[in-house]
């Protein structure tokens, strides 16, 4: 049975957490209370197999035209399928469609959003994501995550993916990227095993 994305519900809550709860080591994820993840559960998307939660993905403000991806986790069990990879492309066209400009990541592994079109910036380039959440993080300036950013365009539905060949630590990506002629290109075989596109700072 092929697995199946869509918006989460209040009766996803506790699927979600239990998600973020057991990757919180290897997904170098800040803990999500359920309370938390219930009050701010239709901002995810979830990925669904034969009934059962298997990837969560949150779609979380930092300003009126600046969101990040939160929460990403996908099941140890079902990697490989590019489930992070479509959770994260329908954050950005949710994002999109929601008119906000930027979609960004804070993340260990930046190599995975770069193949999506993603481009690494300075910490600084993303000063909401830094006054809302790092400056109070015990690992301020010493986390040793990258920040990454996709510029969005409003009122787009289609799903980004990626706009032009760029291989992490070379090249130069665009500044804009038009999301209705984006399409995933194919990805090597050894990276496809880590395709939970390392869950992201919560």
């Known amino acids: 049975m092929s697995v199946m994305l869509r918006a989460a519900g209040p009766s996803d809550a506790a699927a979600i957490h239990s998600l973020v709860t057991a990757n919180l080591e290897a997904g170098h994820l800040l803990p999500r209370t359920i309370g938390d993840i219930r009050d701010h559960v239709a901002r995810f998307f979830v990925a669904e197999l034969d009934g059962r939660v298997v990837g969560c993905a949150e779609l979380a403000r930092l300003s009126t035209s600046v969101a990040e991806v939160r929460s990403l986790v996908v099941d140890e069990g079902v990697r490989g399928q590019k489930i992070g ?4 492309a329908h954050l950005a066209a949710s994002g999109a469609t929601a008119g906000y400009a930027t979609l960004c ?10 193949r999506l079109g993603f481009t690494i910036v300075p910490h600084i380039w993303m000063p909401e994501k830094i006054a809302l959440d790092c400056t109070g993080c015990a690992q301020f300036r010493r986390c040793g995550q990258y920040a990454v950013r996709l510029t969005l365009r409003e009122g787009v539905k289609a799903a980004p993916e990626r706009t032009a060949a760029m291989v992490y630590g070379r090249g130069v990506a665009p500044r804009r990227f038009n999301i209705e002629r984006l399409q995933l290109t194919p990805v090597p075989a050894e990276a496809e095993k880590e395709d939970h596109v390392e869950p992201v700072l919560a």
């Open 105 to 114: 990541a804070f993340t260990h592994n930046p190599g995975h959003f770069v």
């Open 85 to 88: 990879s479509r959770l994260v």
